[in-house]
């Protein structure tokens, strides 16, 4: 009896150490996994009831995730949490440290099971009758490729209207997300000739670039915001439109960059330096002409730049491009524009000249400019005249300099540079349509008959009184021959004259200044070479 009850008391020792060896290994096991219990990673996951045995059949994870499809973004954590911890729990039946501990079968066959749960998201889809009668039970497994497949198309787990909806948004944001490349495109090509357009040297590069960029406009922003489906055809159409205006443009900014090097080579250099001795003789004529040219910029408006864009598009797209405008330019209404074209001369009085208290101030300005233009004529045939001369001196200079800036290049080496675009004043009227698909525009040179046209119309204006103290004749250039005829192309201030210095400038001077109360009449006129001209001013000389 005795030994019986000591085999028990072995066997229950045995089986309390036994135990005892099995929680401590559990218990490391536990604490590397990061888990408390095997509890923590579950078979199931979810539990759906159904009502009947077809719904019970018929069920499966798409209609799962159909009804609840806030469990997938849950159930995909849930996933990623096992199989986090199914990684920890193979480290550990790989590990000898594992492998060589007493009661290490039993924990492996745990972990055996706890892999199995840790495999998927399942749910357990249970019919219960209404009566509580539990008549059938399925398991649905979820692994990641499941979710992937819904994720990457929720038309999966969507009804007819619901998917309808999805199509329309992801066709509305494909057509969104071509439109920003397209408009990025342009942008790229705006940035582009913003950031070159200033250092544009070349004789009509700004406006060439300027032309360039509205071309641009015209056949891209438009028709961008008109495609309505991401695959058209017409995103082709656009592609063929930008590249030969993008490489026009780069090819327009490389021969710019090319003429730039050429300026800071030691072959310009030289020429320079051997114009420089040739040039000192002549530097205060061309620094006179200079201040001519500037005079007439002040006084009737220089090229201006404004930041405009040509297109208003909803989400603001499209980057501005600094186009280069004369300020004598009225944008109007279609209108306007057709009653300016018949008539306008009244039209400009009507919008560059909208101030009447302003009208004698601007009617001498006018019969100065008239005579500043026909002075700066004379200087520029001077220059030319000037220019030949230096020819035997220049040397080999590039023909692609001289092809796209001649004036760029005499400017550097001193020469005064009269502009065509300084010797013609005009008024511009344009007109654009609301979508810029239609564009107009005619301009109004002021030649000498249009200007004398002009200050007769404000003339016309002006009060009695005023109209007898601002009367004046206007300087032609028929009286301006005649006076140099009749002083015999000679200064008679200095006596200097043409036949001595044939590139000798003259000018004709009011006697008494129009400032004073002098006419332009042939007694208060007088021939002056260009040095006395300026020496003398606004003075009276006796």
């Known amino acids: 009896m005795f030994f019986v009850v000591a085999i028990i008391l072995a066997l229950i020792v045995v089986k309390i150490i036994t135990e005892q060896q099995y929680k401590t290994l559990e218990s490391k096991a536990f604490e590397e996994v990061g888990i408390s219990s095997w509890e923590v990673i579950p078979y199931f996951d979810d539990h759906i009831i159904v009502k009947s045995r077809q719904a019970l059949e018929k069920y499966d994870k798409i209609k799962f995730f159909k009804e609840n499809k806030a469990k997938l973004a849950e159930a995909e954590t849930i996933l990623e949490r096992k199989n986090a911890m199914a990684m920890k729990l193979r480290k550990l039946l790989g590990s000898d440290e594992y492998s060589s501990q007493p009661q290490y079968s039993r924990l492996k066959k745990q972990i055996e099971i706890a892999l199995k749960g840790a495999g998927a998201y399942r749910i357990r889809v249970s019919y219960i009758t209404s009566a509580g009668n539990k008549l059938g039970e399925r398991e649905i497994s979820v692994n990641q490729y499941d979710i992937n497949k819904f994720k990457n198309d929720p038309s999966l787990l969507m009804g007819k209207s619901e998917y309808n909806k999805l199509l329309k948004e992801q066709q509305k944001a494909a057509l969104e997300k071509k439109q920003r490349e397209y408009y990025k495109t342009v942008n790229d090509v705006i940035e582009y000739a913003n950031n070159n357009k200033d250092s544009l040297v070349m004789k009509g590069a700004q406006g060439q670039l300027d032309d360039l960029v509205g071309k641009l406009f015209d056949r891209t922003v438009n028709s961008i915001k008109k495609i309505k489906t991401p695959d058209s055809e017409e995103w082709d159409v656009i592609d063929n439109a930008v590249t030969p205006l993008r490489n026009e443009i780069e090819q327009l900014v490389s021969t710019n960059q090319q003429i730039l090097a050429y300026y800071d080579s030691p072959d310009f250099a030289k020429i320079k330096e051997t114009c420089e001795v040739l040039m000192s003789t002549q ?47 009225a944008e109007v209404s279609a209108t306007v524009f057709a009653s300016a074209e018949n008539n306008p001369l009244e039209y400009i009085v009507k919008y560059f000249y909208p101030h009447k208290s302003s009208y004698p101030e601007q009617i001498q300005k006018l ?38 800036d001649e004036a760029g290049f005499y400017s550097r080496l001193g020469f005064a540079n009269i502009d065509e675009s300084t010797l013609t004043v005009e008024y511009k009227f344009a007109y654009t349509s609301g ?19 002009l200050i007769k119309v404000l003339e016309s204006k002006l009060t009695a009184g005023a109209f007898a103290k601002e009367q004046r004749t206007l300087m032609t250039k028929k009286l301006r021959e005649h006076i140099k005829e009749r002083d015999n192309y000679t200064c008679c201030n200095c006596g200097n004259s043409t036949h001595a210095e044939p590139n000798l400038l003259l000018e004709i001077d009011h006697i ?31």
């Open 367 to 404: 019969y100065q400019l008239v005579e500043e233009l026909e002075t700066l004529r004379d200087a520029k045939q001077i220059i030319e005249n000037y220019k030949a001369e230096y020819q035997q001196y220049l040397g080999d200079v590039p023909a692609f300099i001289m092809e796209n």
């Open 283 to 329: 530097r205060e004529f061309n620094e006179y002409i200079n201040e001519k040219v500037q005079s007439i910029s002040q006084l009737f408006g220089t090229r201006v730049v404004r930041t405009e864009t040509t297109h208003e598009d909803e989400y603001n797209y499209i980057r501005p491009y600094k186009k280069t405008i004369t300020p004598f330019t």
């Open 512 to 542: 008494i200044p129009v400032s004073k109360g002098g006419r332009t009449e042939e007694s208060n006129l007088q021939t002056l070479c260009w040095k006395c001209n300026r020496a003398k001013s606004n003075k009276i000389v006796s």
């Open 435 to 453: 979508g810029g698909m239609a564009q107009r525009a005619f301009t109004v040179p002021m030649t000498e008959e249009i200007i004398a046209e």
